[in-house]
């Protein structure tokens, strides 16, 4: 994530951010949730692993349940897409877990259930990491924020989060 201006009211308790992963990533994750993810793909493993992770530096066991999620990518669940679209134009209709991997809202719900948690979730499409910090911030509850960046790429990943609670 691009670096971030302080925050008026805000502290950033934690920040992980993972241009390159390591080539066991799938295998700490499955370690951190007790079991491997099953039927979501690629980008929504992302996203639970930079978030397990932020939290982790936080020293945090679980997101509080008043605290908001937000998620931001420049082009959300691309390889879930391509395989859908590469159906579609082959003349078959797109299997179903394809179709719903492509679904930003199936990472979230993801999310929610990997960190027991249940609330404010969102996710949104843009270019503006401040502007969308912002926005993030604007009303959340003092249990803060947990703000997050998920791109995938062909082979490059990137995950990068943040973990905002109130000065």
Do not use: K
């Not at 066991?61 to 998620?71: D, E, G, T």
């Amino acid at each position: 994530m691009n670096a971030i201006a302080p925050m008026p009211g805000w502290r950033l308790a934690a920040q992980v951010d993972l241009p390159a992963l390591p080539a066991d990533w799938r295998d700490a994750l499955a370690q951190r949730l007790g079991q491997r993810p099953r039927r979501i793909g690629v980008w929504a493993e992302l996203a639970l692993y930079g978030a397990c992770r932020c939290l982790d530096e936080a020293g945090e066991a679980a997101l509080p349940p008043a605290a908001r999620v937000r998620v931001w990518s420049l082009s959300g669940a691309q390889g879930a897409m391509r395989t859908g679209i590469g159906q579609v134009r082959a003349g078959l209709l797109p299997m179903p877990f394809h179709f719903m991997q492509g679904q930003p809202a199936m990472m979230l719900a993801a999310l929610g259930q990997a960190l027991g948690w249940r609330g404010d979730a969102a996710f949104v499409t843009g270019r503006d990491a401040q502007a969308l910090l912002r926005l993030a911030l604007a009303g959340a509850a003092p249990a803060g924020l947990l703000f997050g960046r998920v791109e995938e790429d062909g082979d490059r990943l990137r995950t990068a989060w943040q973990r905002w609670v109130p000065e």
